[in-house]
């Protein structure tokens, strides 16, 4: 792909531009020049990107408007073609005219968000004030960065798919079938490891019993106790399910049970944390060993 000045600015575009009228068309003219839907739209706009297409044309009359909304969600992540500075002026111009209170961002890594907030505190410009992050008690690998990021820098997590997918909810298990039909049967989305799904499964069964609760309850109620989790996101297709998602903030786990589900869902160890750890354990030894030390001469 090649690439070319763009009028008198200072933007190179590809010689080639996706256009995407035939995005989302249902009923009349729209149906009849293309009905693309979302799988359809997130492999052309994969396929662009990957052979160069750096900026894509829509209007909001295609389709009257679903283009614009298919378009937007083959782009939902990290843009890499567009530097972090523009989409910070052009977010910090939405608050700034009082269209959005505060800004955030979903399922970036740490040092993209680090290098944002960086660069706002630089030019004065909105910061992020939250991310939008997978984590559930089986999947706790934001733990390693994101987590040291958020706690240090005062920024939110708000908790997306806590349930993971279903997979949580107490309907699955080492020697339980999903049911036909069931979401996670369907859709096995957000990829989980499952044979430490199912030890946290077993932990959290086992206190549900305890407690005459769901399990559901249990994942969501370990959610809430973690320092850093400021709001979790739930979603529901009955009310009997929205009531017993609820009911989960009224749970308060103790100190032993929150042991013993850490230490079903522990992280395996994994570089430079395990040297970090062993580096900060030799250290403690050191000062406790100095400490003892001046206790005996004294």
Not at 143 to 159: D, F, H, K, Y
Request: charged share 20%.
């Amino acid at each position: 792909m090649r690439y070319r000045k763009f009028g008198r600015t200072g933007l190179f575009v590809s010689e080639l531009c996706l256009g995407t009228m035939t995005f989302g068309g249902e009923d009349g003219i729209w149906g009849q020049i293309g009905n693309l839907k979302q799988a359809e739209a997130d492999a052309l706009v994969g396929r662009s990107i990957d052979a160069g297409v750096n900026f894509i044309d829509t209007a909001d009359v295609y389709s009257d408007g679903r283009a614009e909304i298919l378009t937007g969600q083959a782009l939902h992540g990290f843009d890499p073609a567009t530097p972090i500075e523009e989409a910070l002026h052009a977010l910090d111009n939405l608050v700034q005219h009082g269209q959005v209170r505060y800004v955030g961002v979903s399922n970036w890594a740490a040092w993209q968000i680090m290098k944002a907030l960086g660069i706002s505190e630089r030019l004065g410009l909105a910061r992020f004030e939250s991310l939008q992050a997978y984590c559930t008690i089986a999947s706790r690998e934001l733990e390693r960065e994101l987590v040291p990021l958020l706690q240090s820098e005062a920024v939110g997590l708000l908790v997306w798919s806590p349930l993971a997918g279903g997979l949580l909810s107490g309907k699955y298990g080492r020697d339980i079938k999903p049911e036909a039909g069931s979401r996670r049967a369907a859709f096995d989305f957000p990829p989980v490891n499952l044979e430490r799904a199912y030890g946290c499964i077993d932990a959290m069964r086992k206190l549900a019993a305890q407690r005459g609760v769901s399990v559901a309850q249990i994942a969501i109620a370990w959610l809430l106790h973690q320092k850093v989790v400021t709001s979790v996101i739930i979603g529901a297709r009955r009310v009997e399910q929205l009531d017993d998602n609820i009911a989960a903030t009224a749970i308060r786990l103790s100190p032993d049970e929150l042991g013993a589900l850490d230490k079903a869902s522990a992280l395996p160890p994994e570089y430079p944390g395990w040297m970090l750890g062993r580096l900060g354990g030799h250290r403690r030894q050191q000062l406790a060993q100095a400490g003892a030390g001046t206790g005996s001469e004294a």
